[in-house]
C-alpha cells in the first residue's frame, strides 16, 4: 500500500510467496531448458526389398513381418521407420532397390528374393542384413554355415529345396498311378535350376518323369508353357515358387484348372487362389520372425553371432473346391494330415 509517496514495507508473508513464485519460475526455466539440450532419441529406419507385391498391395508375407513389428512393440511412424521397395516380380530391379537403400544408410536391410540378398552382400559389409530365402543359403555362399553365419548376414531359410521330394509324394497319392509331372520354373534363375534338380534327383524312386516347362524372364508366356504341358502329355504340374510368377499366381491357378492338370504349388497363397495343394513352411510365422531378427540386430546383436534359422512348421494345405472342378476324390487319408483344407 502506497501512502503519499511512501511505500509500505511488505510483511513476511508477502516475502515468503514472492519469493516462492521466482523459485518455481527457476525451476520451470531449468527443467525447459534441460529438456530442449536433451538430444532426441534416433528412430531406426529399415530398407525392406521386396520381390513381389505393390504399395496399394504388399502381400501377405509383408503383412506378416509387420504384424511381428507391432507385437514387438514397433510403431511404424513412430518408433521406427520402413522403406519398402516392391519389384512386382522383375528381379531385374531388385539390385537398384538395395543399392538405392544402403546409399540412404538404413540401419537393417530385409531382402527376400535371391538377386536381392546378393546385391546387398556385395553392395555393404558393414549395415545388417535379415534375408528371408528359398535356398539352401550355405551351399549359395551367402553364409559360411547356419550356426554361425559369419560377416553381416542372417536370417532365414523357408527350406522350400528340401521339401522337394516330400511334394513329389503327396501329389502321387493325390493322383494315383501319374506318370508325367510338368515342372514350371522361370530360366534363367539360380532357384529354378537348382528347384528343378532337386526335383530330378526324388522323381525315379517314384517311377515319375518330369518335364521341364521354362518361361522366360519377367514376363513369361503362360498360355504357351500350359500348352507345352499338355502337348508333353504332364498328368499334373509343380510350379517352383519365383517372384515372376507369384505375382501371376492367379492366372497359374486358372490355367491349371483349364487344362485338368493336379497342381502341387511351394506355398500355401496359390492354394488359396484356387491352387490343388501345396507343402511348405508356415510362411506367416516366417515373416514374423524376421520382425525379431531385426530386432535383436537394432539392440546390438551381431548377424555373425545369430544362427539361420529353419522353420518347424509345415503346411499341407489342400482346395476342395479345386479337386471337385478337376473332379479328383481326395483320400480321406490324405485329407486328415492336411493343416488347411479349403472347402
Not at 512386382?88 to 532397390?97: A, D, Q, T, V, Y
Not at 528371408?132 to 551367402?142: E, F, K, S
Request: charged share 20%; net charge positive.
Amino acid at each position: 500500500m502506497t501512502i503519499g509517496n511512501r511505500q509500505q514495507p511488505l510483511g513476511n508473508g508477502k516475502k515468503l510467496k514472492l519469493l516462492a513464485y521466482a523459485l518455481c519460475a527457476a525451476l520451470f526455466a531449468l527443467c525447459v531448458s534441460a529438456e530442449a539440450q536433451q538430444p532426441t532419441a534416433k528412430v531406426p529406419r529399415i530398407g525392406y526389398v521386396s520381390g513381389t507385391g505393390t504399395i496399394d498391395k504388399p502381400g501377405p508375407n509383408i503383412e506378416s513381418f509387420r504384424q511381428g513389428l507391432r507385437d514387438l512393440g514397433y510403431v511404424e511412424g513412430k518408433n521406427i521407420l520402413v522403406e519398402y521397395r516392391y519389384a512386382e516380380g522383375k528381379n531385374e530391379l531388385l539390385p537398384g532397390f538395395v543399392t538405392e537403400l544402403i546409399q540412404r544408410k538404413v540401419d537393417v536391410v530385409v531382402v527376400i528374393a535371391l538377386p536381392a540378398i546378393r546385391a546387398a552382400k556385395q553392395a555393404t559389409k558393414t549395415i545388417p542384413i535379415i534375408m528371408v530365402t528359398n535356398v539352401d543359403p550355405v551351399a549359395m555362399g551367402l553364409v559360411d554355415s547356419l550356426a554361425r553365419p559369419g560377416g553381416n548376414i542372417t536370417g532365414l531359410t523357408l527350406l522350400t529345396r528340401e521339401l522337394s521330394g516330400k511334394r513329389l509324394e503327396l501329389l502321387n497319392e493325390l493322383v494315383p498311378g501319374i506318370a508325367r509331372v510338368g515342372i514350371l520354373w522361370v530360366a534363367p534363375s539360380a532357384t529354378g535350376d537348382t528347384g528343378f534338380k532337386e526335383y530330378e534327383a526324388t522323381a525315379p524312386a517314384l517311377k515319375i518323369q518330369l518335364q521341364s516347362i521354362q518361361v522366360q524372364g519377367s514376363n513369361p508366356d503362360l498360355e504357351a508353357a500350359f500348352r507345352n504341358a499338355v502337348k508333353g502329355r504332364a498328368s499334373a504340374l509343380i510350379t517352383i515358387r519365383n517372384p515372376a510368377l507369384t505375382r501371376r499366381t492367379k492366372r497359374i491357378v486358372e490355367l491349371a484348372i483349364k487344362n485338368h492338370l493336379p497342381s502341387m504349388f511351394e506355398s500355401t497363397d496359390y492354394v488359396e487362389a484356387g491352387g490343388l495343394v501345396s507343402y511348405a513352411a508356415n510362411f506367416t510365422e516366417v515373416f514374423r520372425r524376421a520382425a525379431w531378427y531385426m530386432d535383436k540386430v537394432l539392440k546390438g546383436a551381431k548377424p555373425a553371432d545369430l544362427p539361420v534359422e529353419q522353420p518347424t512348421k509345415f503346411e499341407f494345405a489342400i482346395n476342395l473346391k479345386t479337386a471337385r472342378a478337376l473332379n479328383l476324390n481326395i483320400p480321406q487319408s490324405v485329407l486328415y494330415r492336411a493343416d488347411k483344407v479349403i472347402k
